[in-house]
Nanobody
Framework: VQLQASGGGLVQAGGSLRLSCAAS????????MGWFRQAQGKEREFVAV????????YYSDSVKGRFTISRDNAKNTVDLQMNSLNTEDTAVYYC??????????????????WGQGTQVTVSS
């Protein structure tokens, strides 16, 4: 399995960005896929996930109402639409996936596959 993240960049506060994660390989076995982020000097944290089966979504409180995660079955991609960005959203964003059936879908330790990360920088 390979995950390729794209779409990061520099944006002003209040602006929007859309990240995309392209999955290849045994994607049919996925249980959940999502996004985490890591700001400089901080631990990697949960952002949003989408269940592969019923497409139920979960968001961190810090992004709820601003970010939307979605899935394109035909393209095997998971996108993260980020609106109303603020400087606290500055981080490297990683897409992740797992084939394991588990409950802790917001815990980074649950994920086996990771993309390379894409930088999002929000300027004030």
């Amino acid at each position: 399995v390979q995950l390729q993240a794209s779409g990061g960049g520099l944006v002003q506060a209040g602006g929007s960005l859309r990240l995309s994660c392209a999955a290849s390989g045994r994607t049919g076995s996925f249980y959940v896929m999502g996004w985490f982020r890591q700001a400089q000097g901080k631990e990697r944290e949960f952002v949003a996930v989408i269940m592969w089966g019923d497409e139920q979504t979960y968001y961190s409180d810090s992004v709820k109402g601003r970010f939307t995660i979605s899935r394109d079955n035909a393209k095997n991609t998971v996108d993260l639409q980020m609106n109303s960005l603020n400087t606290e959203d500055t981080a490297v964003y990683y897409c992740a996936a797992t084939s394991r059936i588990l409950r802790a879908v917001t815990n980074k330790a649950s994920f086996d596959y990771w993309g390379q990360g894409t930088q999002v920088t929000v300027s004030s």
